[in-house]
């Protein structure tokens, strides 16, 4: 917000003109706004001349458009005084404007402003409106949304709006309060530890030119090693700043809005307006909201980036494997027609009984060289090997380079979960607390991670057994396996990041709706007022007649893009750009639609387990999707 005549401008030029200079009507606006009903033609009758008349017609007209009384100026309406004398002084060939005096004025301001059912502005509303300001800052602290508001709790209470400069007083004092607030809890919970870590923000560094807040704002720019290692080094920097700011920001109250405002304008304001320009108080206030954003923001970037990393590592193994698994099965085939020849030889009809064993050796060497053969016969386990062995061989072979990359995310990134008891939580930390002391896993017994993150069936797998029959961890492999496991778990929402956006659990989201719904609960907004439920039922009976329109409008032909096969039971899109037709299987169910919004209604209020709600959610929604094929 800029200052201007150090008065707080909280509307643009073309604002302020729109609301508070005269309207200049088009035709179209004219037959509207001057159509005046019986009851307004005879309240401009009542005035005591043609002039009177006619100024209170144009008034009747500019309220119904603005509601706002404007000073006329004859000169400047007379395309809508000709409209007036036409339509309603047919019998007056010429109009000679007069103006009116003041108590005509007001007089007529009166009058109409009371027909409409509005009053007029006084000083008395203003406590009223600084009282609404005030709870309106609380959801958003920009000038302009506390102006819109104002408005439209001043035309719901059938109040004019007061001129400008008035509506600019009681927005300044508005946010002169909520700073004033802000300040006093900022001088009284920051240490003078706490002031001087956050200045550090503000300094260069002693061996780089930029200064730790503009080190800060650079972004990764993709998932390559060195970027991820600068974000998870800027996650660990200012974690104990993190921890300072979401402890202070429960002291704010803060609304998600005026979060990202305030942390915004540390990308506003230079490191030099910070240090020198700003109040102290504004400058610890616009840090501790921004350190709060980006560390959010870090942590979803690492997680991602953990995610992409694995992703890279689970298709390398997969496609290592299925080549080598193809070449074995190849050389396996290869051996079976090779056999079959040394097989031939028992049954050969040329070889009488009589001959000598070294004649039939001499034969089968020369279908395969003994040395060869010798080879097979002694390293030949007789196991035939599956997809899932080579897959694990080449986990042991290229995990370990995509490990120094996962590894320290993993040990960056701190995780929480849903259940209470995780076992998959517990090992998460055991690891931690292993690779943080430079131990291996490979040492420990496998009694040391819990009993469930150790599947049977991979057991063969993940484990080797020592010459003292003792079970130790095949250490890459189990690693990869908790890695894989931790991914799959916090797409299912059992693991997630309590300080993320993007990772948070479902239950956070609605424990946050809820801290925030006793926040708004004295607002005012009209979305609030209904029930959840009857919310619900409009949005599902808004949704049953989009339907019911969609399927008039395809029975009637109109919609002329798409067409029916009545053999498969499925809508095909018509794709002007290639010569077929793109297919969309759709399946009709409203009915599931309703069934969702309310299964989840009813979840929610009885407090069932969400996790059961999800589940339940995906075998409905399965019945109820959208398919598209190419």
């Known amino acids: 917000m800029r200052a201007s005549n150090k008065q707080l401008t909280i509307l643009s030029e073309a604002e302020k003109a729109a609301l508070y200079e005269s309207p200049d009507f088009d035709e179209e606006q004219r037959l509207s706004f001057l159509n005046l009903t019986p009851e307004e033609q005879a309240l401009v009758r009542n005035r005591a001349n043609l002039s009177a008349q006619v100024h209170c017609a144009l008034q009747i007209g500019y309220f119904k458009a603005m509601h706002m009384f404007f000073p006329i100026d004859w000169d400047e309406v007379q395309e809508d005084t000709d409209f007036i004398m036409q339509e309603y002084f047919p019998e007056h060939m010429f109009f000679h404007p007069t103006t009116i005096t003041k108590h005509q004025y007001y007089a007529q301001c009166h009058t109409i402003a009371a027909h409409f059912g509005y009053q007029l502005w006084s000083k008395e509303f203003e406590p009223l409106l600084r009282e609404k300001a005030e709870k309106i800052i609380y959801r958003d602290v920009s000038p302009q949304f506390i102006v819109i508001e104002l408005l439209g709790f001043m035309r719901e209470k059938k109040i004019m709006r007061p001129g400008y400069t008035t ?80 402890s202070l920001l429960s002291k704010l109250k803060l609304s998600q809005q005026n979060l990202q405002y305030y942390a915004s304008l540390v990308d506003y304001y230079t490191v030099y307006d910070l240090r020198k320009k700003l109040k102290s108080d504004q400058t610890y206030l616009y840090l501790v909201c921004y350190i709060h954003q980006r560390y959010l923001k870090l942590d979803d970037n690492l997680m991602d980036a953990f ?48 001959i000598r064993f070294g004649e039939v050796r001499r034969e089968a060497f020369a279908i395969m060289p003994e040395e060869e053969l ?89 484990f080797d057994t020592n010459a003292k029959g003792e079970q130790k961890f095949h250490g890459d492999r189990y690693e990869f396996w908790i890695y894989r496991q931790m991914k799959k778990r916090l797409k299912a929402g059992e693991l997630y990041l309590a300080d993320s956006v993007h990772h948070r659990s479902l239950q956070q989201e609605i424990s946050s709706a809820n801290e925030k719904g006793a926040l708004v609960e004295p607002l005012d907004i009209p979305a609030l007022r209904d029930p959840i439920k009857k919310l619900l039922d409009d949005r599902i009976a ?65 407090g069932a387990d969400i996790h059961q709600f999800l589940r339940t959610y995906s075998l409905v929604t399965a019945k109820c999707m959208l398919m598209k094929t190419a």
């Not at 029975?555 to 077929?580: A, F, S, V, W």
Request: aromatic fraction near 8%.
């Open 167 to 246: 509506l600019q007083a009681i927005v300044s004092n508005a946010l002169n309060a909520e700073r004033k607030r802000l300040g006093t809890i900022i001088h009284e919970s920051l240490t003078e530890a706490d002031k001087s870590a956050l200045q550090k923000l503000l300094f260069e560094k002693e061996t780089e030119t930029l200064s730790g807040l503009a080190d800060l704002k650079q972004d990764a720019k993709d998932f390559k090693p060195r970027m991820i290692s600068a974000e998870r080094d800027k996650l660990i920097s200012i974690k104990p700043l993190y921890l300072l700011a979401k």
């Open 307 to 354: 995610c992409f990393q694995l992703k890279e590592c689970e298709m390398e193994i997969k496609e290592k494997a299925q080549d080598a698994y193809s070449e074995y099965a190849i050389s396996k085939q290869s051996e079976l027609a090779v056999m079959k020849k040394l097989v031939k030889l028992y049954v050969k009809q040329e070889l009488s009984d009589e």
């Open 374 to 462: 010798r080879n097979k016969v002694l390293h030949d386990d007789d196991k035939e090997l599956k997809l899932i062995d080579f897959y694990w061989k080449m986990v042991d072979k290229h995990f370990h380079r995509f490990k120094l990359q996962l590894r320290p995310l993993m040990m960056a990134i701190d995780f929480s979960s849903t259940a209470a008891d995780s076992p998959w939580l517990k090992t998460i930390t055991w690891l931690k607390e292993l690779f943080g002391a430079n131990k291996t896993i490979k040492k420990y017994p496998i009694t040391a991670c819990p009993e469930k993150t150790r599947p049977k069936r991979l057991q063969k797998f993940l």
């Open 542 to 606: 808004e949704l049953h007649t989009e339907w019911l329109r969609f399927n008039s409008d395809f029975m009637q032909g109109k919609l002329k893009h798409l067409n029916y096969d009545e053999k498969t039971n499925t809508i095909h899109l018509k794709n002007p750009g290639r010569r077929g037709m793109k297919s969309i299987k759709i399946v009709f169910m409203i009915s599931c639609h309703s069934a969702i919004l309310r299964m989840y209604f009813d979840l929610l209020m009885n």
